[in-house]
């Protein structure tokens, strides 16, 4: 079993930034892409940004690009988030994910960590 485990989310004012981090217990894949998602209440999950350790190849959702960068250690099996520019629309529960392909599709990431939430006031 592989465990994810994230930082602390937080609360923020519009326009500033936040940064979150997830570390995993042990590397399932040999190639591992490991992801941010978020989900909104009476919304579905939908992805940030993944990114892979072989390529070190990323990918972002329309909606953060250029106001977000996830970057990882290797060595540590840990990911991570950096968010600016925030919105009231960043508002959401954020959740770590370790999956095998570089897709921001919540159905293609086997393993989740709990979520953290993060909430951006206008």
């Known amino acids: 079993q592989v465990q994810l485990v994230e930082s602390r989310g937080g609360s923020v004012q519009a326009g500033g930034a936040l940064s979150l981090s997830c570390a995993a217990s042990r590397n399932p894949y040999s190639s591992i892409c490991m992801g941010w998602f978020r989900q909104s209440p009476g919304k579905e999950r939908e992805g940030v940004a993944v990114?892979?350790?072989?390529?070190?190849?990323?990918l972002y959702a329309d909606s953060v690009k250029g106001r977000s960068t996830i970057s990882q250690d290797n060595a540590k099996n840990m990911v991570s988030l950096q968010m600016n520019s925030l919105k009231p629309e960043d508002t959401a529960m954020y959740y770590c994910?370790?999956?095998?392909?570089?897709?921001?599709?919540?159905?293609?990431?086997?393993?989740w960590g709990q979520g953290t939430q993060v909430t951006v006031s206008s």
């Open positions: 994910a370790a999956g095998r392909y570089r897709f921001l599709n919540p159905t293609d990431f086997r393993y």
């Open positions: 990114i892979c350790t072989a390529s070190g190849n990323s």
